[in-house]
């Protein structure tokens, strides 16, 4: 089986997207993180759902959790507005390293071998410099891992 036998489909977010966009897909298509891709569609990195947590979680809580705990719920529901008006690229490093990317002839353990090299749960499949073809997530490659 290849890469391209396995990818499906994808939601895609770019760096000008907003925030809670981003925050909507993954909870949406219940994802570990999405991937950001350019105007062309060609992958530019991987944004963990993490990532997005960290930007509306107080930096206090972050540092330490049991302050959470001094928090209501209907309270801890008003730090995700302090996302509004700002955007994936807020969300980025600076310095990106390369995309989990794999090509569309890529193995069932090239797949593996990408994703266990670049610790992301999910990749992209795509020709180089071609726009993305689908995803594939760890999940699923662990499936088709287990039914072999």
Same mark, same amino acid.
């Given at each position: 089986?290849?890469?391209?036998?396995?990818?499906?489909?994808?939601?895609?977010?770019?760096?000008?997207?907003?925030?809670?966009?981003?925050?909507?897909?993954?909870?949406?298509?219940?994802?570990?993180?999405?991937?950001? #891709?350019?105007?062309?569609?060609?992958?530019?990195?991987?944004?963990? =759902?993490?990532? #997005?947590?960290?930007?509306?979680?107080?930096?206090?809580?972050?540092?330490?959790?049991?302050?959470?705990?001094?928090?209501?719920?209907? @309270?801890?529901?008003?730090?995700?507005? =302090?996302?509004?008006?700002?955007?994936?690229?807020?969300?980025?490093?600076? !310095?990106?390293?390369?995309?989990?990317?794999?090509?569309?002839?890529?193995?069932?353990? !090239?797949?593996?071998?990408?994703?266990?090299?670049?610790? @992301?749960?999910?990749?992209?499949?795509?020709?180089?410099?071609?726009?993305?073809?689908?995803?594939?997530?760890?999940?699923?490659?662990?499936?088709?891992?287990?039914?072999?």
């Amino acid at each position: 089986m290849r890469a391209r036998d396995l990818a499906v489909p994808f939601p895609t977010i770019t760096v000008a997207a907003p925030v809670l966009e981003a925050a909507r897909l993954l909870a949406g298509y219940n994802l570990p993180g999405l991937i950001v #891709v350019d105007d062309r569609g060609r992958p530019v990195t991987v944004l963990p =759902g993490t990532q #997005v947590l960290r930007l509306v979680i107080p930096g206090y809580c972050r540092e330490d959790p049991t302050l959470a705990r001094m928090i209501d719920e209907p @309270s801890a529901d008003v730090f995700l507005r =302090g996302a509004e008006g700002r955007t994936v690229a807020d969300l980025l490093p600076t !310095e990106r390293p390369e995309p989990p990317v794999v090509e569309p002839q890529a193995t069932v353990l !090239e797949v593996a071998a990408v994703m266990a090299q670049k610790r @992301s749960p999910l990749v992209a499949v795509a020709a180089p410099r071609e726009p993305m073809i689908g995803g594939i997530t760890l999940d699923a490659l662990l499936d088709r891992m287990l039914d072999a």
